[in-house]
């Protein structure tokens, strides 16, 4: 099943784009650092990730643990996670809460320099503001996969 794709219904500033857009690299620097607890504390307290297989991770606690049980895989490789086509909704019934939708790609480097690419995905968070600064409340994580042809 392909993710839909919806266009945003609502005009945002150059400022707040580039607060998310700078949220998000701070954030990725901090998984590609291996900092997990670093990550973690960019969800909130009770923040969630539901990953594309369907597995759920709860709480920084939680996503800590499945992040160091995830390690291994990481040995001998530089990961970067690339953020594109940000679309980004404001709540209209809390400014504080914002919708994005963004597509993803993750790269893995070796060490000899050896660079591959992992599936692509579409995520889908919603952002909160505490204390003036930006936090994840949940990730969901879609698997991208061709769109239907539309009957002719």
Same mark, same amino acid.
């Given at each position: 099943?392909?993710?839909a794709?919806?266009a945003?219904?609502?005009?945002?500033?150059g400022?707040?784009?580039?607060?998310v857009?700078?949220?998000?690299?701070?954030?990725?620097?901090?998984?590609?650092?291996?900092?997990?607890?670093?990550?973690?504390?960019?969800f909130?307290?009770?923040?969630?990730?539901?990953h594309?297989?369907?597995?759920?991770?709860?709480? @920084?606690?939680?996503?800590v643990?499945?992040?160091?049980?995830?390690l291994? @895989?990481?040995?001998?490789i530089?990961?970067?996670h690339?953020f594109?086509?940000?679309?980004?909704e404001?709540d209209?019934?809390?400014?504080?809460?914002? @919708?994005?939708?963004?597509?993803t790609l993750v790269?893995?480097?070796?060490r000899?320099g050896?660079?591959?690419?992992?599936?692509?995905?579409?995520?889908?968070?919603?952002?909160?503001?505490?204390?003036?600064?930006?936090?994840t @409340?949940?990730r969901?994580i879609?698997?991208?996969?061709?769109?239907?042809?539309?009957?002719?």
């Amino acid at each position: 099943m392909s993710q839909a794709v919806q266009a945003t219904r609502s005009k945002v500033t150059g400022d707040l784009y580039a607060e998310v857009q700078t949220f998000y690299a701070r954030q990725m620097r901090r998984v590609d650092a291996l900092d997990i607890e670093g990550f973690a504390d960019t969800f909130t307290d009770d923040g969630v990730v539901v990953h594309a297989n369907g597995e759920r991770a709860q709480g @920084r606690e939680r996503m800590v643990a499945g992040m160091r049980a995830n390690l291994p @895989r990481y040995r001998d490789i530089a990961v970067r996670h690339w953020f594109d086509h940000l679309l980004i909704e404001t709540d209209p019934a809390d400014e504080d809460t914002l @919708r994005v939708s963004y597509y993803t790609l993750v790269t893995q480097t070796d060490r000899e320099g050896k660079v591959s690419f992992q599936p692509t995905f579409t995520v889908e968070d919603v952002l909160v503001r505490r204390d003036g600064e930006l936090l994840t @409340r949940s990730r969901v994580i879609h698997r991208d996969t061709p769109v239907e042809l539309p009957a002719s």
